[in-house]
């Protein structure tokens, strides 16, 4: 066996979602930890195809895209994984692949990164394949809580890893673009903005956005100026289940849908927002609370899903029960009200989840051999799962 190292995904630069920008960045993370210690070090995408990889995150010699082709995929990557000493994969649906590598090569150090609600309940088939994982990196400490409590996963074979911000994620003020956007949706100079980023999807009613709306109608008389901005692909379905929503709070004026917008314009809606709010209850992690953070938002999420861990258990933000209208109206009062008192310190911030720490932390637990509790929230989930 050598020292190589294989990441196997299913899509890493084709797709934007949350699981794919870790898939980036843990990439961008492991190929310079390859190169500074003399090891080799491969990504293979089941989805993606070889012209989609950005170079700025590692060289295209490293990557490896199969265009759907699923069984060319499959193949090679036992091939390629039972020579190497580690292979991570990024998601649970390569698991049967994982346990083919780990029957050919029992040396072979399999990981995986359990991101929330694909891991939170029975998986079926792939229950056997479960037992061939090394180890675990869940993305947060209720994820990790979940592989206890759903699938008898020892504590010692799991280690919370949460996710970081990209290092390329853009700060930049764009005020020229920003003037357009205000605009564009109508805000005015005293207007308060609140600012949700998510995709809207009917099968997935658990980001909150509608109860942020009912939340609205409680605040209405009381705080008039108060607007809410959506951004993010929607289905019509969902797009319909919520106008009805609005419609029937009469608050048609106040909410906007940006729809899908792109990198630049993206930074530029931060920009422009006064308030991130998103209170999940289905949330693995979720990195867009970090990167509202970063942006210097107050943030408020929801207290009974991954999104514990982004706001650092209320250290850098405002949990509330996500079902509750009340506690989130609340929130947002308290916002309005004393919103420089909320903001988050960029320093803290970055300090627990910049890009250096990750790569740290991410190559030490893959290669570090026993793998030692190194926080005192992993210490803790020791102790008590």
């Known amino acids: 066996m050598n020292k190589g190292f294989l990441f196997l995904t299913l899509n890493t630069f084709s797709a934007t979602g949350g699981i794919e920008k870790v898939c980036r960045i843990a990439g961008k993370a492991l190929s310079e930890s390859a190169a500074e210690t003399g090891g080799t070090f491969s990504v293979y995408s089941m989805y993606d195809d070889e012209r989609s990889v950005d170079e700025s995150y590692f060289p295209a010699s490293e990557f490896k895209g199969f265009g759907g082709k699923r069984l060319k995929f499959a193949l090679s990557s036992v091939l390629e994984g039972r020579k ?12 049967p692949i994982g346990y083919l590598i780990k029957k050919a090569s029992p040396k072979t150090k399999l990981v995986l990164i359990a991101h929330g609600i694909e891991v939170w309940e ?20 209720f994820t990790a809580a979940k592989l206890q409590t759903k699938h008898n996963i020892g504590a010692g074979k ?29 805000f005015q100079s005293d207007d308060l903005v609140l600012l949700t980023v998510t995709r809207l999807k009917y099968s997935e009613q658990y980001k909150g956005y509608d109860k942020v709306v009912e939340a609205l109608q409680v605040l209405k008389t009381s705080h008039p100026n108060i607007k809410y ?36 314009e993206l930074n530029a809606h931060f920009n422009i927002a ?17 990167e509202a953070l970063y942006y210097g938002l107050p943030v408020i999420a929801g207290n009974a899903d991954g999104s514990v861990d982004a706001l650092a258990g209320g250290e850098f933000g405002l949990l509330v029960n996500p079902h509750s209208i009340e506690e989130i109206a609340a929130a947002i009062k308290s916002v309005a009200h004393n919103r420089n008192s909320f903001l988050p310190k960029e320093a803290r911030v970055v300090k627990r989840f910049g890009y250096d720490q990750y790569k740290q932390k991410l190559t030490r637990l893959l290669f570090q051999k026993p793998v030692a509790a190194s926080t005192p929230a992993e210490t803790e989930l020791s102790k008590l799962l």
């Not at 106040?254 to 899908?260: K, L, N, P, S, T």
């Not at 006064?274 to 970090?290: A, H, K, L, N, T």
């Open 84 to 95: 190497s000493a580690v292979v991570l994969l990024s998601h649970i649906n390569l698991l």
């Open 274 to 290: 006064d308030v991130y709010i998103m209170p999940s209850s289905g949330e693995g992690f979720g990195i867009v609370f970090i």
């Open 158 to 186: 799991i280690r919370v890893l949460n996710n970081c911000l990209d290092p390329f994620l853009k700060k930049e003020a764009n005020p020229a673009l920003e003037n357009n956007l205000r605009k564009r949706y109508g």
């Open 229 to 264: 901005l959506i951004v993010g692909k929607y289905d019509a379905e969902e797009k319909q289940r919520l106008d009805v929503i609005i419609s029937r709070n009469g608050l048609s004026d106040r909410v906007v849908f940006a729809g899908f917008v792109n990198d630049e």
């Open 122 to 141: 029975e998986v079926g088939k792939k229950k056997t394949a479960l037992r061939s994982v090394d180890l675990f990196l869940p993305v947060s400490s």
